[in-house]
């Protein structure tokens, strides 16, 4: 399954022509834009009522167990009328005022706690982001969390069970949807507890992901002399990988250090080997 995008190209980056890997997955930021081209599963129904696909995400609603979302839509009729129009990004989704009762509503940099093994004390894990859906199935697969900077504050000894946190202290992690509880009084709370929440996958974006792909790239050495050759781009986690190399194993080589960079779910590799 393929997803319609507009074409892109730029100095170190591949061509993208019509479509983005069905691996993709979109992040879903409140205040942001949203594309609805880019999520293949929005029930036809609601996609007509989308004039151009494009608008601000205003509300955002999750359903944890389901991982289905549903968010409103902000969209620009005219130069000074805007609509709102709620989008399901799957069948099944809530979409009716009823229906999102049910649907726990998410709001910008809400508190995130966790919990210990026992259920019995919270601990304060850092704030909300976002969530990130998977472009195919429009269902949530990471809840985007910012983790403090300072959780070693409230560690007064190793055993403590937010030492857990110290090791991921101020960076994004994408942790499983399943794990919101519940939210009460504008701070969600998680079914896990500090060990659980750092081991989440650590998200970055895609130009950080770029990043990370040319510096690792670039401390291979047997790719060093070749990577005047390589082009590469990121969309939505998916790695569009060109350009040539001169041997298979180079091929290989390179992407074995693709996978290794965090964010990534795809490969496109478009090289040439000579």
Same mark, same amino acid.
């Given at each position: ?188 709370? !998680? ?5 659980? $929440?750092?081991? #989440? *996958?650590? &998200? +970055? ?6 990043? =990370? %792909? ?12 070749? !990577? ?5 781009? $990121?969309?939505? #986690? *998916?790695? &569009? +990988? ?6 298979? =194993? %180079? ?24």
């Amino acid at each position: 399954m393929a997803i319609n995008l507009p074409s892109s190209q730029g100095a170190g980056e591949v061509s993208i022509d019509t479509t983005i890997n069905e691996h993709a997955r979109i992040f879903l930021q409140l205040g942001k834009p949203f594309n609805s081209e880019r999520v293949a599963s929005i029930p036809t129904t609601y996609r007509n009522k989308v004039e151009g696909g494009k608008g601000q995400i205003k509300r955002l609603w999750l359903s944890p167990q389901s991982g289905q979302v549903t968010i409103s839509l902000s969209i620009r009729k005219s130069l000074l009328g805007k609509s709102d129009e709620i989008l399901p990004l799957s069948a099944g989704a809530a979409a009716s005022p009823s229906a999102l009762q049910s649907a726990i509503e998410l709001h910008p940099r809400m508190p995130v706690f966790c919990t210990d093994e026992h259920q019995q004390a919270r601990y304060r894990v850092g704030h909300f982001e976002g969530l990130t859906v998977a472009a195919r199935t429009g269902l949530a697969n990471g809840l985007v969390v910012q983790v403090r900077a300072h959780p070693e504050a409230d560690v007064t000894r190793p055993t403590d069970p937010q030492a857990a946190l110290v090791s991921v202290a101020g960076r994004r992690l994408a942790l499983s949807p399943a794990w919101v509880k519940a939210v009460k009084q504008g701070e969600i709370f !998680l079914s896990a507890f500090p060990a659980q $929440v750092a081991s #989440g *996958v650590e &998200y +970055l974006d895609d130009l950080q992901v770029r990043e =990370r %792909l040319w510096a690792m790239l670039a401390e291979n050495p047997a790719l060093q002399p070749y !990577l005047a050759s390589l082009k590469i781009d $990121v969309r939505d #986690g *998916v790695v &569009y +990988l060109g350009g040539r190399l001169p041997m298979l =194993r %180079l091929r290989n080589s390179a992407r074995q250090d693709i996978w290794h960079v965090p964010g990534v779910v795809a490969i496109e590799d478009t090289l040439r080997i000579d």
